[in-house]
């Protein structure tokens, strides 16, 4: 499997996260109808990078998966979250530790079964999950932030 593409998609989707953010201020709010914020969403996403990272091998700093897991939901409370500087920051470290982990993992690690049981029936293979939540994944969050900022009364980032 040829990762090239796959890093390019999380390099660009890590981009427009930084991009979304960018003027955003209070990641917390709650705007009405909007379920998740760009706190919750932007460690969900932290999460998600850094547990295929060590999946791959490839150490990556723990999340709290109560707070940005499966099943959690947000809290409109900005004290509930890191700054953010911190999550941005958290980010980016667990985004390196994924894009360095897909640089050196063997064909045969991609090729193993997707140990995440709930997942596995659309991911068969760790190679499938990491393309999964590369594009599926990184995409609805994105989208979700989307929503949020226009929620906000942010202009839009693309188009």
């Known amino acids: 499997m040829d990762l090239n593409w796959v890093i390019k998609a999380l390099e660009g989707n890590a981009g427009l996260l930084r991009a979304m953010l960018a003027e955003a201020t209070d990641l917390a709010a709650q705007p009405a109808n909007v379920p998740n914020h ?4 932007t460690g969900h996403l932290t999460l998600v990078r850094a547990s295929l990272a060590n999946l791959l091998g490839q150490p990556a700093d723990p999340v709290d998966m109560r707070k940005y897991g499966p099943g959690s939901s947000p809290t409109p ?3 509930d979250y890191p700054t953010k500087t911190e999550l941005l920051a958290a980010f980016n ?3 390196a530790a994924l894009v360095s982990a897909l640089k050196t993992t ?3 690690t991609l090729a193993a079964q997707n140990p995440i049981e709930q997942l596995r029936a659309a991911a068969p293979t760790i190679g499938d ?3 999964m939540m590369t594009a599926s994944h990184d995409g609805l969050h994105l989208g979700q932030l989307s929503v949020w900022r226009r ?3 942010l202009n839009r980032v693309i188009g």
């Open 38 to 41: 760009a706190a919750w969403i």
């Open 77 to 79: 409370h900005a004290a």
């Open 93 to 95: 470290k667990a985004h």
């Open 106 to 108: 063997k064909p045969e």
């Open 129 to 131: 999950l990491v393309v």
């Open 151 to 153: 929620a906000m009364g």
